[in-house]
């Protein structure tokens, strides 16, 4: 319990100096709206345009995408819901989050899952430039730290589960 209880002092110290200098140089507007590029439109606005442009390959991104999802959402439902962290504003002092989750609990984000998921199943299956793909993702994830609903921790285990759930359903699909 001792180590559980370091990692935690860690990841609030962390949040807190991301947090303030995320108020410190005014980055507010584009948190939020990097912080809603990950609500999940883009899982459907992307598959969307995908069969306007018809670009090969798109049946095995549709499957891959659908499959990885159900896995994901189903496990970020299990571990929000049975570990139950609180979020930063529940859990430290004197602090408040500038937006307010949808959700009562931190771990894992959800949004940082889902983006890096849904970069991971881009990159894998149209091979375009990974940094535009996962620096997206890294910047919603950071997007949730900045506005003080999710610790830095929250946000890598959900980048790590995205990433992983994907790539276990694109091995099944002998895609990697």
């Known amino acids: 319990m001792e180590i559980l209880s370091k990692l935690q002092k860690i990841d609030a110290s962390l949040l807190a ?8 140089r005014a980055v507010i ?7 809603h590029s990950g609500d ?32 994901e959402r189903v496990l970020y439902w ?10 930063p504003q529940e859990f ?3 602090f408040s989050s500038i937006i307010t989750a949808s959700d ?9 899952s889902g983006a890096f998921l849904l970069a991971t199943a881009l990159a894998i299956v149209y091979a375009p430039p990974f940094a ?3 620096t997206w993702a890294c910047l919603v994830g950071l997007s949730r730290v900045v506005l003080g609903v999710h610790f830095p921790g929250d946000t890598l285990v959900g980048a790590l589960m995205g990433c ?3 790539l276990l359903v694109a091995d099944f699909m002998e895609l990697i």
Request: proline letters at 7%; aromatic letters at 10%.
């Open 40 to 71: 999940g439109y883009l899982h459907v606005l992307i598959p969307l345009l995908l069969l306007l442009i018809a670009p090969p390959h798109t049946d095995d991104f549709f499957i891959l995408l659908a499959v990885a999802l159900v896995i």
């Open 78 to 87: 299990v571990l929000k819901n049975s570990l139950k962290r609180r979020r």
């Open 17 to 24: 100096y991301i947090y303030k200098q995320g108020k410190r």
């Open 29 to 35: 507007p584009v948190a939020k709206a990097i912080s």
């Open 132 to 134: 535009v793909l996962y």
């Open 164 to 166: 992983s759930c994907c």
């Open 104 to 112: 009562r609990f931190s771990f894992p984000s959800g949004h940082t």
């Open 92 to 94: 430290l002092l004197n």
